[in-house]
Nanobody
Framework: VQLQASGGGLVQAGGSLRLSCAAS?????MGWFRQGPGKEREFVAA???????DYADSVKGRFTIARDNAKNTVYLQMDSLKPEDTAVYYC??????????????????WGQGTQVTVSS
C-alpha cells in the first residue's frame, strides 16, 4: 500500500491549509497524526469508510476531516491555525476494521510526512 500526501506549507496564524492523502487501494480508516518539534507524536483526526470521524480535542472546531472513497483519498481542512499546530503531519490508513481509530498502534501504513509551519 502506498500513500501520497500533499498540501503542507507555511502559513500565518489564523490562516488555513488543506492536506490531502491518496492511498493506492481501499481502506477502512484514514487519518492524520502529527509530531511537533520536541513533542511526542499525537493523533489529529481520522475517519472511517462509513464517514464516522474522530478528532483530537486540540483541533475540534478548527480542523475538518473528509474522504472520497471513490478516490481513496482523505482530506484535512485546517482552519484558524495556531503556532502550536506546527508539526510534521503523517497520513495513516488502516485496511481492516478497528474500533479505536485514534490509536497509532492500529495503523500499519504511514505516509512520508508533510511539514506544516504556522508563524505567529
Amino acid at each position: 500500500v502506498q500513500l501520497q500526501a500533499s498540501g503542507g506549507g507555511l502559513v500565518q496564524a489564523g490562516g488555513s491549509l488543506r492536506l490531502s492523502c491518496a492511498a493506492s487501494g481501499r481502506t477502512y480508516a484514514m487519518g492524520w497524526f502529527r509530531q511537533g518539534p520536541g513533542k511526542e507524536r499525537e493523533f489529529v483526526a481520522a475517519i472511517t469508510s462509513g464517514g464516522s470521524a474522530d478528532y483530537a480535542d486540540s483541533v475540534k472546531g478548527r480542523f475538518t476531516i473528509a474522504r472520497d472513497n471513490a478516490k481513496n483519498t482523505v482530506y484535512l481542512q485546517m482552519d484558524s491555525l495556531k503556532p502550536e499546530d506546527t508539526a510534521v503531519y503523517y497520513c495513516v490508513i488502516r485496511i481492516s476494521y478497528a474500533s479505536a481509530i485514534s490509536l497509532s498502534d492500529n495503523y500499519k501504513y504511514w505516509g512520508q510526512g508533510t511539514q506544516v509551519t504556522v508563524s505567529s
